[in-house]
């Protein structure tokens, strides 16, 4: 059964941008965690991070589920003194949209602008929120890219796993 069609995936019909959607439980919120539901590589599912600049302006930062944001490494890359994450409750203020379904897709013409891990440049097609927990939809990054004005960034590390 496909997924009821949101705002986003009509917009993306309306614009002629091809997509798949895939559907998992809402209670999952994190890239590793919807890889392992859907059976993909982490590397190929992007978080989307809100991020704040040291004047407050928030931004939002694409990242793939298997590397960590290095702060110092965006604000170098993006020529900033420094950056933070957003807390949570900044994060879904900001965006009106829960942590877990935050999207640059969701987004548009809000006035975000839009920055993607380098690494997402080596892939074809990512999987990015819908807007909502529970729903991801793969697309191709040269779509994502034109579409959100997105422009790569360094910003990550090779993720450290404690092993269990």
């Given at each position: 059964?496909?997924?009821?069609?949101?705002?986003?995936?009509?917009l993306l019909e309306a614009r002629g941008i091809s997509y798949e959607a895939f559907s998992f439980s809402p209670e999952?919120?994190?890239?590793?965690?919807?890889?392992e539901a859907l059976g993909v590589p982490a590397r190929?599912?992007?978080k989307t991070l809100v991020v704040v600049s040291s004047e407050g302006r928030?931004?939002?930062?694409?990242?793939p589920g298997n590397r960590e944001?290095?702060?110092?490494?965006?604000?170098?890359s993006l020529g900033l003194k420094k950056v933070r994450m957003a807390t949570q409750k900044e994060a879904e203020s900001w965006t009106g949209l829960q942590v877990g379904g935050i999207s640059p897709l969701a987004l548009l013409g809000r006035g975000f602008r839009v920055y993607v891990d380098r690494s997402a440049l080596d892939l074809e097609h990512i999987l990015v929120s819908a807007g909502r927990r529970g729903l991801n939809l793969r697309?191709?990054?040269s779509d994502l890219m034109a579409l959100t004005a997105a422009r790569p960034v360094e910003a990550t590390v090779e993720e450290a796993r404690a092993e269990d």
């Amino acid at each position: 059964m496909s997924p009821e069609k949101n705002n986003v995936m009509r917009l993306l019909e309306a614009r002629g941008i091809s997509y798949e959607a895939f559907s998992f439980s809402p209670e999952i919120h994190s890239a590793r965690g919807v890889a392992e539901a859907l059976g993909v590589p982490a590397r190929v599912v992007y978080k989307t991070l809100v991020v704040v600049s040291s004047e407050g302006r928030p931004f939002l930062v694409l990242i793939p589920g298997n590397r960590e944001l290095d702060l110092h490494r965006l604000a170098r890359s993006l020529g900033l003194k420094k950056v933070r994450m957003a807390t949570q409750k900044e994060a879904e203020s900001w965006t009106g949209l829960q942590v877990g379904g935050i999207s640059p897709l969701a987004l548009l013409g809000r006035g975000f602008r839009v920055y993607v891990d380098r690494s997402a440049l080596d892939l074809e097609h990512i999987l990015v929120s819908a807007g909502r927990r529970g729903l991801n939809l793969r697309l191709l990054v040269s779509d994502l890219m034109a579409l959100t004005a997105a422009r790569p960034v360094e910003a990550t590390v090779e993720e450290a796993r404690a092993e269990d």
